[in-house]
Structure formats: structure tokens, C-alpha cells
């Protein structure tokens, strides 16, 4: 009968013991410095989101229909209004406020004209680079045309807002 490990059986025990101890390590460091473009992916995705929501919810804030060309396009302080709110709400990307935003051309469903296809870019900073990040949606027209004849639109903002 054998009492206590032969050197191989502890030699083989310590390799095993520092290959998984040297695989956690890895695995640690590896998320810690992948997971820092997550943060400004979730954040510059969560903007955008937001973006999207406000829009479809209360497109009368942003476009208006111009009878003249028969088209759809935003008001001229939408940009404005939008990154107000932004800032309003206390959006950042990494604790920054450091973005912009693009408003492209609004453009009508061509199979269903009640619908328009409005498109938005998030401009933001990745180490010192310039990232673009877009997103489509599609709301409704009816909203918009019924306000036209409307003098006061109801116009639902948060209480300490300072946007009129």
C-alpha cells in the first residue's frame, strides 16, 4: 500500500492546476477589454432607440407635410428638439456627450402611401475614431395630416423641460 503522490502524480496536478488558473486569467482579461466597445455599442443603440420611439410616437414634432411638393420633411429645428431631448434624459455614450446626430431624406412607401421611411444616423467617437451607426423605421402619416389643420397640438414634454 502506497501513502502520498509520486512526483509525476503532483507534477501532472500542478500543470492542470496552473493551465486552468492561466485559462480564467485569459478569459478575465480578454472580457475586460472587449466588453469597453460594448459599453458604447449598448449606449449609442439605446440613443438610438430612444430617437426611433420619439419619432414614431410623436412624428408631429418632426415632420410636417409640405403641400407644395406633396412630400413629407422634417421641421427646421428637429435636429434641435431631439438632441434636447437627448440631453434632457441624460443620454451619453461612455459618460460623454459627445455625438451628433443626421437626419436623412424622408421617403414615402411606395407600396403604402400612408407610411413614411425615415432614416437616422448616430454620430460618435471610438478612440478617437468616428463611428456611424443608422437605423430605419417606418411610422404612419396619419398623425401628421390630421395636424395640419390643427392650430394647437397637444404636445406632451416632461415637467422641467425647457424645450417649447
Known amino acids: 500500500m ?3 503522490l509520486t512526483i509525476v502524480e503532483v507534477a501532472i496536478s500542478f500543470t492542470v492546476a496552473l493551465t486552468l488558473l492561466l485559462s480564467l486569467y485569459a478569459i478575465v482579461y480578454w472580457g475586460t477589454r472587449v466588453s469597453n466597445i460594448n459599453k458604447y455599442y449598448i449606449d449609442a443603440n439605446n440613443i438610438l432607440i430612444f430617437l426611433v420611439n420619439e419619432i414614431q410616437n410623436r412624428p408631429y414634432l418632426y415632420i410636417v407635410f409640405d403641400p407644395s ?6 421641421k427646421q429645428d428637429a435636429k434641435e428638439i431631439l438632441l434636447g431631448k437627448l440631453k434632457l434624459y441624460n443620454y451619453k455614450i461612455n459618460g460623454k456627450e459627445d455625438f451628433d446626430i443626421e437626419l436623412h431624406e424622408i421617403r414615402q412607401d411606395p407600396t403604402i402611401n400612408t407610411l413614411v421611411i425615415i432614416e437616422i444616423s448616430l454620430l460618435w467617437k471610438y478612440q478617437n475614431k468616428n ?3 443608422n437605423i430605419t423605421c417606418i411610422t404612419s402619416t396619419f398623425e401628421i395630416r390630421d395636424l395640419i389643420n390643427s392650430s394647437d397640438p397637444i404636445i406632451p414634454l416632461p415637467p422641467n423641460s425647457d424645450i417649447n
Open 131 to 133: 463611428q456611424k451607426t
Open 69 to 74: 411638393t406633396n412630400s413629407f420633411k422634417y
Open 2 to 4: 502506497k501513502k502520498g
